[in-house]
């Protein structure tokens, strides 16, 4: 038995690793894990480990998904077969090369070609044992006969290596070329004739690292030149020996989405018929509602919809609209908004992006308290251990059940506003349809706020970033546990004997009978009150700071060090609400604390600087702190998630320097003065929404993506509407609509018109750009969207 864990990597760089499950050969991980993908890369990969104590990390075996296959796994779970790791497989990064073919006159006349190899340079090297690789660069002729290899010089620690050098090699030989060996090239041979550039790591006293390769056939260059950035290639020899059968296998889930977004001006039509989608009447006839009607998955339209509604102001009323036609068709009270329509989804999407702070400052302690000193809570009696107390255990699940619903009920002041309008918006069309039922304008909020998100968070604190990995099974049954002790403490009337006596399980039953004094229902209905009311719910200057991000990276030392030099040290930051700290291990306190408000900007810095990759700066009132993150995700994020608390900062930066101030001037603009103006100008000064960061033209673009592929159902369905109008008769073909909702047909068939003609619109745009885009590529080169946004 051995304990594994489980990588996932950006080519070579490693951007998260599961838990480690110990004594096990067929490791269960449950793990998720959402970003967005800074950078290029060629390959999405997953590495198994062994976990070894006192030597280094085995690993056991591999799955990489090159790039352009993501899109035939994304959205279904697959096994994939285990791949030995061969170093000579293990490459990331690109070569910019410049070749040419030069015809060459000889003295006694005769015709001779040349060939100019130029090695400009490499991005995205990968690291070598953590550091910045030296690598150096072999080109080479090859040929049936010939090995022609030169070598670039040794570039020290980066990973962007700026190499300028020029070879020549002679590709046909003037026929008096003489030599002992009687090598001879003739001219037809240089159809067999490929230039190869190999990367290596130097490894000074060790062996030198692979680091990858390209190969170029002569035959392309003919008589031209040209320049290319080329992705470094694997050998082809890398797996071919290596055993396959005995290494397992890996089962994923891996939903991948990549967006090529036109600039904002394309999307003015179909955003404008979104947004107006409230105001339709009815509201099935609105372009959003058709939207998720003719999607096979309802929440691939509504994560789209819903961000782009909120970015505009416009979810609320649209909310209200869809859930209307929904309550229409519920016939009794106690089934208020229990199905999975798409005024549920929206509600349920709106709570996991608006509510994610509302979540860590709720339950974060308490999910921490649990997670990290659990106490056995088992109380159903078959799943009982051995010398397990079910007294005790009902006890601790009394205390964990009775501190978290605490900890809910007394939230209402942090619930966002908007949360808030929504939720009173549910509660007043509930009892508008039931006005006979006092209990189900409470019903229609807790089924939200209880039953589908702060359970639903409990049970899955991972997913909600609660808790950085998947708890063990013991935590998750407690979880599990509590979860449906909050679920049937929130809805509405519950705990009424004849209710009690309705449960499955009797040891349930037992449980809740602690729990049927008023003050819980009371303290319930307060709180369903307080959070559906529409006056405002922000939290005061004095309440908590809410927790946003931690974890471990590495800061340039800013003080006096030994002999002068500053050197990078581990730290453990912290950001909140009101300030951003580092400290030298977690739960220690802060050594540095720089208040939110002080922060001026939040910018990458340039890897020359020193020699590192992944590093930003954050420029406040003294000088700039220069953090290195773990990975590009990682720096991604913290950069995000800084830039987004201090964007309303009144004295933010307009300009920076994107390198450091070393020996006396700046490395970027070569400026003397440390305290001078900025060489570049910053890339997040305009104050935004510090809740919520949102791109509508992605949004947008990926909804014109939907309707794209579901162009043939709004075809039907827009010659259904039409045979409706008409006819006024029997359905013709009723199976290829029967499942849409037509309310009013005319409206219903003027909406999809706009649709469709918006559809063929943008269809051309993208055509037209792709057509660009290909007509400028060149042989070997990588290909650039106009604006790639990729998760």
């Given amino acids: ?170 590709v046909t030989r003037s026929s008096s070329y003489t030599k002992k060996s009687q090598f001879q090239v003739e001219e037809e041979d240089i159809e067999k004739l490929e230039v190869r550039v190999d990367l290596w790591n130097n490894g000074n006293l060790v062996q030198d690292v692979f680091l990858g390769e390209i190969k170029v056939p002569v035959k392309v260059l003919r008589n031209d030149s040209f320049q290319a950035w080329y992705l470094l290639q694997p050998r082809e020899n890398g797996n071919k020996s290596s055993k396959t059968d005995d290494l397992g296998s890996l089962r994923l889930n891996i939903c991948y989405t990549e967006d090529c977004v036109l600039p904002s001006e394309y999307y003015a039509s179909l955003r404008n018929l979104l947004l107006k989608s409230s105001d339709v009447q009815p509201i099935s006839a609105s372009a959003a509602y058709i939207l998720s009607e003719v999607c096979r998955d309802k929440y691939d339209a509504v994560l789209p919809l819903v961000r782009l509604l909120l970015h505009h102001h416009k979810l609320v009323p649209f909310v209200a609209a869809v859930a209307e036609l929904d309550l229409k068709d519920t016939q009794e009270a106690n089934t208020v908004f229990r199905g999975n329509s798409l005024a549920t989804r929206c509600v349920d999407e709106m709570m996991k992006i608006v509510g994610k702070h509302y979540l860590k400052v709720t339950l974060k302690p308490v999910i921490d308290e649990i997670c990290e000193s ?12 051995e010398g397990d107390n079910v007294e005790i255990n009902m006890e601790n699940l009394r205390y964990y059940v009775d501190k978290v619903f605490r900890e809910i009920v007394r939230s209402s002041i942090s619930c966002p506003t908007l949360m808030c309008d929504v939720f009173y918006s549910l509660r007043h069309l509930a009892a508008k349809r039931f006005p006979n039922d006092p209990h189900v304008q409470y019903s229609a909020v807790s089924s939200f706020v209880f039953l589908r998100f702060f359970a639903v968070a409990v ?42 006596s309705s449960f499955k399980e009797t040891f349930m039953c037992e449980f809740f009978k602690a729990f049927q004094e008023e ?72 050594i540095f604390t720089i208040p939110i408000k002080n922060i001026l900007a939040v910018e990458k810095l340039d890897e020359s600087s020193f020699n590192k990759k992944n590093m930003f700066q954050v420029l406040h009132g003294e000088k700039p702190l220069y953090i290195q993150a773990n990975n590009c995700v990682e720096a991604s994020e913290w950069i995000e998630a800084l830039c987004r608390v201090t964007r309303c900062n009144q004295k933010r930066l307009s300009f920076y320097h994107p390198s450091a101030f070393l020996n006396g001037n700046w490395l970027c603009c070569k400026a003397t003065i440390e305290n001078t103006v900025g060489c570049a100008r910053c890339t997040a ?20 993506s939907l309707f794209t592929i579901n162009i043939s159902k709004l075809q039907k369905l827009e010659e259904a509407c039409g045979s409706i109008a008409v006819y006024q008769g029997p359905r013709k073909e009723p ?43 060149k042989y070997g080169s990588e290909e650039n969207p106009i604006v790639g946004k990729v998760s």
């Fill in 685 to 704: 000064d305009v104050p935004a929404d510090t809740q919520i960061e949102i791109d509508g033209d992605r949004e947008t673009e990926r909804i014109y």
């Fill in 1 to 170: 038995m051995r304990d594994f864990f489980c990588t996932i990597n950006l080519d070579q760089e490693e951007v998260f690793r599961t838990q480690v499950v110990e004594k096990s050969l067929s490791p269960y991980f449950g793990e998720e894990f959402y970003f967005e993908i800074p950078r290029t890369f060629q390959w999405l990969s997953f590495y198994i480990y062994d976990k070894s104590v006192l030597q280094k990390d085995l690993r056991i075996g591999k799955v990489s998904i090159k790039k352009d296959d993501l899109c035939n796994y994304t959205g279904k779970e697959n096994w994939f077969m285990l791949q030995p790791v061969d170093s000579n497989s293990e490459v990331q990064g690109k070569v910019h090369l410049e070749l040419k073919l030069n015809e060459l006159i000889t003295d006694n006349g005769s015709v001779c070609q040349q060939l100019v190899v130029q090695i400009k340079e490499c991005h995205g090297l990968p690291l070598i044992n953590g550091q910045n690789c030296d690598p150096y660069a072999t080109v080479s002729l090859v040929g049936p006969s010939r090995n022609d290899q030169k070598k670039t010089k040794v570039k020290k620690k980066t990973s962007n290596p700026q190499f300028n050098e020029t070879f020549y090699f002679e």
């Fill in 374 to 385: 659990p106490k056995p809570c088992e109380i159903d009696p078959i799943k009982l251990r």
């Fill in 735 to 777: 199976d290829d609509y029967s499942n849409f909702t037509i309310e009013d047909s005319v409206a219903t068939f003027h909406t999809l018109k706009q649709i469709i003609d918006i559809v063929e619109k943008l269809n051309e745009s993208h055509e037209k750009y792709r057509k660009k885009r290909s007509s400028s590529a």
């Fill in 519 to 590: 003050k819980f229902t009371e303290s319930v209905k307060k709180f369903l009150d307080d959070v559906s009311s529409t006056e405002s719910k922000e939290p005061s200057g004095l309440s908590e700071p809410v927790h946003l991000k931690e974890g471990e990276m590495y800061k340039r030392a800013q003080g006096r060090t030994r002999i002068g030099k500053k050197n990078f040290k581990k730290r453990w930051f912290c950001l909140t609400s009101r300030e951003f700290t580092y400290h030298k291990q977690q739960d220690k306190e802060p």
């Fill in 459 to 500: 049970v899955s604190p991972h997913t909600f970033h609660l808790r950085p990995h998947h708890p063990d099974a013991q935590t998750s049954r407690t979880l599990t546990l509590i979860s449906k002790a909050i679920q049937t403490l929130g809805s509405w009337g519950s705990l009424t004997k004849s209710k009690l």
